[in-house]
T-cell receptor, first 114, second 114 residues
Framework: AQTVTQSQPEMSVQEAETVTLSCTYD???????LFWYKQPPSRQMILVIR??????QNATENRFSVNFQKAAKSFSLKISDSQLGDTAMYFC???????????FGQGTRLTINP | DGGITQSPKYLFRKEGQNVTLSCEQN?????MYWYRQDPGQGLRLIYY???????QKGDIAEGYSVSREKKESFPLTVTSAQKNPTAFYLC?????????????FGPGTRLTVL
């Protein structure tokens, strides 16, 4: 079975700090795509960043970057210079090439404190 | 503007009643999805559809029904058979032609059973 595990149900950091959210996944496939979604208090799901499994280079989007370790099946999200607006639930997800649906983790609730 | 709309934003249902949640997209996406989210929890897939007039059960389809008569629309009916329907419901769509294409989400509908 394909699964995603986010081992940190909740995290809390001070504004401007750097925080890393963990995600591990399990699949026997070699071609897949990984995503981090953000769900702020408004509950609107927003894509934060994506990573193609065949790429060794880690994806980066402004203050958001990932540490993708394919052999370890790990896909962590790093948020640099955290801001109050980063407060949200963060979901890790992946989809296998040719599949029709994403597999989501249970989420990590991140709170940025002023 | 392209996007996904869900209506209503809030819905109240008496026990024993069927209710239908609307989901419309103008992104020309072929695939559409319905998720249920309970407080503090992750997303659970109810149904998904890849093409018009075809849909598949997700992980928690019991007590729910869907239709896909138009590419743009994917309504979800919560039937009286769903024993605990109070939850937040998210609709999503995606262009399934490429695996790296992310899902776009609607703003959600909060259903409360009175």
């Amino acid at each position: 079975a394909q699964t995603v595990t986010q081992s940190q149900p909740e995290m809390s950091v001070q504004e401007a700090e750097t925080v890393t959210l963990s995600c591990t996944y399990d699949t026997s496939e070699s071609n897949y795509y990984l995503f981090w979604y953000k769900q702020p208090p408004s509950r609107q799901m927003i894509l934060v960043i994506r990573q193609e499994a065949y790429k060794q280079q880690n994806a980066t989007e402004n203050r958001f970057s990932v540490n993708f370790q394919k052999a370890a099946k790990s896909f962590s999200l790093k948020i640099s210079d955290s801001q109050l607006g980063d407060t949200a639930m963060y979901f890790c997800a992946f989809i296998v090439q040719g599949a029709q649906k994403l597999v989501f983790g249970q989420g990590t609730r991140l709170t940025i404190n002023p | 503007d392209g996007g996904i709309t869900q209506s209503p934003k809030y819905l109240f249902r008496k026990e024993g009643q069927n209710v239908t949640l609307s989901c419309e997209q103008n992104l020309n996406h072929d695939a559409m999805y319905w998720y249920r989210q309970d407080p503090g929890q992750g997303l659970r897939l109810i149904y998904y559809s890849q093409i018009v007039n075809d849909f598949q059960k997700g992980d928690i389809a019991e007590g729910y029904s869907v239709s896909r008569e138009k590419k743009e629309s994917f309504p979800l009916t919560v039937t009286s058979a769903q024993k605990n329907p109070t939850a937040f419901y998210l609709c999503a769509s995606r262009y399934s032609g490429k695996a790296y294409n992310e899902q776009f989400f609607g703003p959600g509908t909060r259903l409360t059973v009175l």
